[in-house]
């Protein structure tokens, strides 16, 4: 995304891995993107399965390859003015859309205010990370990222 995110605008991430491609996930698609604000916003549902579902859940850190689609809705505004519409608007879509939710998401996906949602993200294994964390990174130097603390 790097190309279409242009440095020194703001950016706000809200996602869902999705039980599947529903009435009511196309649905909620169709009410909320003609109201959508912020010029550089954009929402899609990303397929998934294929290769991805075929590898065990617990093989490795990421959990939701049972989901066949996720949804991304990338909010991106450049006047600071907008901030709260713009973040309203995706806050709704995103709850709107959770209804249609694994209640798993892509940990690259979370928003910066979502913290609480990193354990969904890496689902059975979460517990098994944090193990590896209180072993190999007690004093939680890698942190940099959507932190899984050493408790």
């Given at each position: 995304f790097d190309?279409?995110?242009?440095?020194?605008q703001?950016?706000?991430?809200?996602?869902?891995?999705?039980e599947a491609?529903?009435?009511?996930?196309i649905?909620?698609?169709?009410?909320?993107?003609p109201?959508?604000v912020g010029?550089l916003?954009?929402?899609y549902?990303d397929p998934?399965g294929?290769?991805?579902?075929?590898?065990d859940p617990?093989?490795?850190?990421?959990a939701?390859?049972?989901?066949?689609?996720?949804?991304h809705?990338?909010?991106?505004?450049m006047?600071?003015?907008e901030?709260?519409a713009?973040l309203?608007w995706?806050?709704a879509f995103?709850?709107?859309m959770a209804?249609?939710?694994?209640?798993?998401?892509?940990?690259n996906?979370i928003a910066d205010d979502?913290t609480?949602r990193?354990?969904?993200a890496y689902g059975p294994n979460y517990?098994?990370?944090?193990?590896?964390k209180r072993?190999?990174?007690p004093?939680?130097l890698?942190?940099?990222?959507?932190?899984?603390?050493?408790?």
């Amino acid at each position: 995304f790097d190309a279409n995110l242009p440095k020194g605008q703001y950016y706000y991430s809200k996602a869902h891995d999705l039980e599947a491609l529903s009435d009511g996930a196309i649905d909620t698609m169709v009410e909320f993107v003609p109201r959508m604000v912020g010029a550089l916003t954009a929402a899609y549902f990303d397929p998934l399965g294929g290769a991805i579902s075929r590898v065990d859940p617990t093989a490795t850190p990421f959990a939701g390859r049972n989901a066949p689609y996720g949804f991304h809705c990338i909010a991106g505004w450049m006047d600071a003015a907008e901030g709260d519409a713009v973040l309203t608007w995706a806050s709704a879509f995103s709850d709107a859309m959770a209804a249609h939710s694994t209640g798993g998401v892509y940990v690259n996906l979370i928003a910066d205010d979502e913290t609480d949602r990193v354990p969904a993200a890496y689902g059975p294994n979460y517990s098994r990370l944090a193990e590896l964390k209180r072993e190999w990174d007690p004093g939680n130097l890698f942190s940099e990222n959507y932190n899984i603390p050493p408790n």
